[in-house]
């Protein structure tokens, strides 16, 4: 969380890694990015980084093109907007709870946690220099 200011000027956010899945059945996977949601500042953000080095290890026959179109589509609903379909649409809430409905796809969304931020913005970035680069 970042530091600085009183816990009183601070919201609750929630974040939830994204993880690759390259091979569902064996369950191994590489951190690919994290999704930040705050419903008092009424965002919804992800930021994504790809290690492919680190994915190739895991399946050297993994489709890294599909790997980064499904990073893309997340992007593009937490972006909103027509271009992300029906879940692109809803309300900030809305759209990350859809995200980080469990699934068994290459890239799944982890468990939630929560914390406390003065700028949902800048903890995307924080978490995602922590837990994925």
């Known amino acids: 969380m970042i530091k600085g200011g009183r816990?009183?000027?601070?919201d609750v956010f929630e974040y939830a890694l994204l993880r690759v899945v390259p091979r569902v059945e064996r369950g191994e996977s590489i951190n690919a990015g994290v999704l930040v949601?705050?419903?008092?500042?009424a965002y919804v953000g992800v930021r994504t980084h790809l290690d492919e080095d680190r994915l190739r290890v895991l399946d050297p026959a993994v489709d890294v093109a599909g790997v980064r179109a499904a990073l893309s589509g997340i992007e593009a609903v937490?972006?909103?907007?027509?271009?992300?379909?029906?879940?692109?649409?809803?309300d900030a809430g809305r759209r990350f709870r859809w995200l980080v409905a469990p699934r068994s796809t290459v890239v799944q969304p982890g468990p939630v946690h929560t914390g406390l931020t003065l700028d949902p913005a800048a903890e995307s970035e924080r978490l995602l220099g922590l837990l994925v680069r």
């Open 7 to 10: 816990a009183s000027d601070r």
């Open 37 to 41: 949601y705050c419903r008092a500042k």
């Open 78 to 90: 937490c972006a909103g907007g027509e271009t992300a379909g029906q879940a692109g649409r809803d």
